[in-house]
């Protein structure tokens, strides 16, 4: 259901590999959500929270320095989403997983989709322009 189809691509290497790895824990968390056989998913959403936090972390790092090292025109519009994201992240709060976790794991897809397509069709494609 996730997957990184050919519009999502910038041409950057490093950015595509990345931005698939990113749709690719969207799609472990849309499989989660939906396996009925796991009783308890509380671990398994507490490692995919941490995961897509720090993946998501370091992606940023990476394209932040890649527009640093173009000398990118539109890099600080990007640090501010890239910022706003990094905020939505730290708002997930996972004390509270427990309670709802498929309403949690429905929360992180709809909020990573979102951001991912919104994100990489508006912004990041014009990086490599």
């Not at 490093?14 to 931005?19: L, S, Y």
């Not at 897509?52 to 990476?62: G, V």
């Not at 932040?64 to 990007?78: D, L, S, V």
């Not at 990094?86 to 794991?105: F, Y």
């Amino acid at each position: 259901m996730y997957e990184m189809k050919e519009e999502y691509y910038t041409g950057i290497k490093e950015i595509d590999d990345e931005h698939k790895t990113l749709f690719e824990i969207a799609e472990e968390a849309y499989e989660l959500r939906n396996n009925e056989f796991i009783a308890d998913k509380y671990d398994n959403v507490r490692h995919l929270l941490h995961r897509l936090k720090d993946y998501t972390l370091m992606h940023f790092d990476h394209e932040e320095a890649y527009m640093e090292r173009i000398n990118y025109k539109r890099m600080f519009t990007q640090k501010v989403q890239h910022d706003e994201f990094r905020e939505k992240l730290e708002e997930l709060d996972l004390e509270n997983i427990d309670e709802n976790l498929d309403d949690t794991i429905d929360e992180i897809l709809v909020f990573l989709t979102d951001w991912l397509i919104e994100h990489i069709l508006e912004n990041d494609k014009l990086i490599a322009e």
